[in-house]
């Protein structure tokens, strides 16, 4: 009975069984206590995983350095944004934007949606990885239809469409995989599991494997919304609601990362390969230009955060398609901070669009006089996610760039223009968004805005000063990544 | 292998990519559902045949699975969906059935260049498996891009869905494949039928045909 005392099934088990009780429990108010309260207990077992690792978690999961990082901070967000979600909800329920009905299994399908997301991260079989995954989108799927509106409905349809692509596309990936493990690792379960896969990689077909990731890279990479195939993540963002647009931009699009980084350090094992770097590298900064050039026609700002999030992926993924200590210490910190940075900023977006009651960027002007709590955190975060100083955004960014000149000085000039587009595209915006006359209902906000102040000043934290611990540690994981 | 054993198989994969083929072309809804639900007998009669030549029983249990399931259930469930709406007589033709049929044959080309170039190092079963099998998924993804009809697309997925089947239950002793398409059927019932389901009762607020022609534009 070790294992139910492990922290590491406690991150599983806290919420798959918050999410059956949350089925049984009708009033929203309730409901919303007990997400917040599973969603910080699982986020303590994730720190506890920090300093105490026990042994004897079985074959099927898996906890070291890699995804401990990860899982602190799928749990963290998590945590912050059930924070969120309860006060936000509450309130489309008070104008009637939402009904009860459509609400009923709303914070069950959100501990679901954790539970996946932590599964996927903590699993040591492929094949299960692959499934975690898939119910974290589906639940997403249902979670973007909530309002019932047409736009709404075609937006989780076109999700639907999309990742279905990219759920058979990585599964077929997964099935090379085992096909090409199969002769060497032996039948069954051994030839799914990560530490005999990365063991015996050098003995595996090389072609084969490089098909396979090729496959995952397409099926994964849409999940991480990278462009070519990006198409459905601004719509979701658009019309789910916001809390749902910061768990996806902050997390789930960080699990899709996480699984492509794990096929790739076995790829690397193999010498016969192909270097997955290059591919990655054109897919980010593809993604990178191309998002930041759609920034400049958006109307609807969470469709303008959504590109940015694109852009920012595309970041993550050059980062570790470069490789190297420094580049994969860049793409760690960049992912962290921008999960951290853009779910905040998701947050202030939901206070605006609820004072302001609309999505549109025309007609949201002059925050920071009619709400200067609200307004001016907005204008922080956007500086930080823009990349500037004195962020934890402008650090990765920054080593990111600076690795990218040392290794390949070619691709860092489109790097380096495509992060300047976006720069020009987030501060034409916030300068209407945040400056000039107010406009529209100047109502006072009345949500907490402890979350989105709570990860800005951690982005702003970490920007300062890097404590020497978390250094070392993901120095130790960016050289694992190879 | 006896050559009998890998004929066999060899047939039976050959049927579902050229069924993939006849769901290409068809552009009226119940044939389309009609050749879906052969190509769900065709893949689990492979699925049972790998079973055997594999001595792997549990394998039975997917193919029980694809014949009650996508053989019998979806299909039923399809024709009254699109006898209930109204649109079992519609024609739809995004692009035209000539360069969708080329743009197949040129994946299924793609897909037997790639995979048997690339697989020379596994068994020759799994080998064949696996080029047949990319050939279905491919052209599964090219219905559901040049379709525009909700159910025209599901049934795309569901044949790639097939597909995957057939790839997984070619790799020998592959665990979780039955797991893994138990959880396909259940997926395909509570989503597809659930989207449905929104789709047509809050998108178009009613199931009254003549507002949901209006709707479409059909009728004034």
């Given at each position: ?20 009780l949350l089925t049984l429990i009708p009033g929203y108010r309730i409901a919303a206590w007990i997400n917040v309260a599973a969603a910080f207990l699982t986020f303590m077992c994730a720190l506890t995983l920090l300093v105490w690792r026990p ?348 690795s990218a000149f040392a290794h390949r000085p070619l691709l860092a000039v489109p790097l380096v223009i495509g992060l300047l587009i976006s720069l020009g595209a987030l501060f034409l915006r916030l300068n209407s968004i945040a400056f000039g ?46 | ?220």
């Amino acid at each position: 009975m070790t294992g139910l005392l492990n922290p590491a099934t406690g991150i599983l088990i806290v919420p798959a069984a918050a999410a059956m009780l949350l089925t049984l429990i009708p009033g929203y108010r309730i409901a919303a206590w007990i997400n917040v309260a599973a969603a910080f207990l699982t986020f303590m077992c994730a720190l506890t995983l920090l300093v105490w690792r026990p042994a004897g978690l079985g074959r099927f999961l898996l906890v070291d350095d890699l995804n401990v990082v990860f899982i602190v901070l799928n749990t963290l967000v998590g945590f912050t944004t059930s924070v969120f979600s309860s006060g936000y909800i509450a309130h489309e329920l008070e104008v009637g934007r939402l009904k009860p009905s459509h609400l009923r299994f709303y914070p069950a399908m959100y501990q679901v949606l954790m539970a996946a997301m932590n599964l996927a991260l903590l699993t040591s079989i492929t094949g299960l990885m692959w499934v975690a995954i898939e119910l974290a989108t589906l639940t997403t799927i249902l979670m973007v239809g909530i309002y019932r509106t047409h736009e709404a409905l075609e937006a989780a349809w076109k999700y639907f469409i999309l990742g279905s692509v990219g759920i058979a596309l990585a599964l077929f990936g997964t099935i090379l995989i085992y096909s090409v493990a199969q002769p060497v690792v032996g039948n069954g379960l051994p030839a799914m599991t990560w530490s005999p896969l990365t063991a015996h990689a050098a003995h595996f077909d090389p072609m084969i494997l490089n098909i396979a990731f090729v496959f995952l890279l397409l099926g994964y990479g849409t999940k991480a919304g990278l462009v070519p195939l990006h198409a459905w993540l601004p719509d979701a963002h658009a019309e789910g609601p916001t809390p749902i647009s910061a768990v996806l931009s902050g997390l789930l699009l960080n699990v899709a990362i996480y699984a492509i980084l794990r096929f790739k350090m076995v790829l690397a094992r193999n010498p016969g390969t192909i270097a997955p770097g290059p591919l990655m590298m054109t897919m980010g900064l593809v993604s990178i230009v191309f998002a930041g050039l759609m920034l400049y026609r958006r109307r609807d700002i969470k469709r303008f955060f959504a590109y940015s999030s694109i852009e920012h992926m595309g970041i993550i993924a050059f980062a570790f398609g470069l490789g190297g200590p420094l580049a994969n210490f860049a793409g760690l910190l960049h992912m962290a901070m921008h999960s951290l940075t853009k779910s905040g900023i998701f947050f202030a977006v939901g206070h605006v669009t609820r004072i302001k009651n609309t999505q549109k960027i025309g007609e949201i002007t002059g925050l920071t006089t009619s709400h200067p709590v609200l307004g001016w955190t907005l204008v922080a975060s956007v500086v930080a996610i823009a990349g500037l100083p004195p962020f934890g955004v402008f650090t990765s960014e920054f080593l990111v760039v600076s690795s990218a000149f040392a290794h390949r000085p070619l691709l860092a000039v489109p790097l380096v223009i495509g992060l300047l587009i976006s720069l020009g595209a987030l501060f034409l915006r916030l300068n209407s968004i945040a400056f000039g006359e107010p406009s529209g209902s100047t109502a006072p906000d009345r949500m907490s805005p402890l979350p989105m102040m709570f990860h800005l000043g951690l982005v702003l934290m970490i920007g300062i000063f890097i404590p020497g611990p978390v250094v070392s540690w993901f120095q130790h994981i960016a050289t694992l990544l190879g | 292998m006896s050559t009998f054993a890998f004929d066999v198989s060899h047939f039976l994969a050959g049927g579902l990519v050229l069924l993939s083929f006849t769901l290409l072309y068809q552009d009226r809804l119940p044939p389309l559902i009609n050749a879906f639900a052969l190509q769900s007998i065709f893949l689990s009669l492979s699925v049972a045949w790998q079973a055997q030549i594999q001595a792997a029983p549990h394998l039975l249990v997917t193919a029980g699975i694809a014949l009650c399931f996508k053989a019998i259930v979806i299909p039923l469930v399809l024709h009254r969906l699109i006898r209930n709406l109204r649109i079992h007589r519609t024609v739809e033709t995004v692009v035209g059935i000539g360069p969708t049929m080329i743009a197949g044959m040129a994946l299924v080309g793609l897909s037997m260049a790639l995979m048997m170039r690339a697989t020379s190092g596994i068994d020759v079963l799994a080998r064949e498996d696996l080029a047949f099998a990319l050939s279905v998924i491919l052209l599964g993804l090219l219905m559901m891009v040049t379709r525009r009809n909700a159910v025209s697309q599901v049934i795309g997925f569901m044949s790639v869905e097939n597909g995957l089947v057939l790839a997984a239950t070619g790799a020998r002793g592959m665990p979780f494949v039955v797991e893994t398409s138990v959880a396909f059927s259940i997926l395909i019932a509570f989503i597809v039928i659930g989207i449905f389901l929104f789709r047509i009762r809050e998108r178009f607020d009613t199931v009254d045909v003549a507002i949901m022609d209006r709707f479409r534009g059909e009728r004034p």
